[in-house]
């Protein structure tokens, strides 16, 4: 499995960006996506997850309301989605897509498949 994030870019606060993860290759028949940060001189944190069979969702509380992870589950086209709005400056961060087979488990330690990140940058 591979992952390509792409979307990130440089915002004001307040205003919206739209982050995708491709997934290419064969991924399990039940999977969980995630998307993560990592800010400058922080650890990488979870933002949002999404099983591919339950659609579960976990949203951290620092985007609740704020962000919504969804899915495209085309035949051999899986694509990640995270709309982001009402943008903060706390919110700039590297943002990378996470796969695990298994549609449980939020931290970033169950994921073993990582994108190469996208940087978002939210000025005030």
């Known amino acids: 499995v591979q992952l390509q994030a792409s979307g990130g870019g440089l915002v004001q606060a307040g205003g919206s960006l739209r982050l995708s993860c491709a997934v290419s290759?064969?991924?399990?028949?039940?999977?969980?996506m995630g998307w993560f940060r990592q800010a400058p001189g922080k650890e990488r944190e979870v933002v949002s997850c999404?099983?591919?069979?339950?659609?579960?969702?976990?949203?951290a509380d620092s985007v609740k309301g704020r962000f919504t992870i969804s899915s495209d589950n085309a035949k051999n086209a899986v694509t990640v989605y995270l709309q982001m709005n009402n943008l903060k400056p706390e919110d700039t961060a590297v943002y990378y897509c996470?796969?695990?087979?298994?549609?449980?488990?939020?931290?970033?330690?169950?994921?073993?498949?990582w994108g190469q990140g996208t940087q978002v940058t939210v000025s005030s």
């Open positions: 996470a796969y695990r087979p298994g549609a449980r488990y939020n931290k970033e330690e169950y994921y073993r498949t």
């Open positions: 999404i099983s591919s069979t339950t659609g579960s969702k976990y949203y």
């Open positions: 290759g064969r991924t399990s028949s039940s999977s969980r």
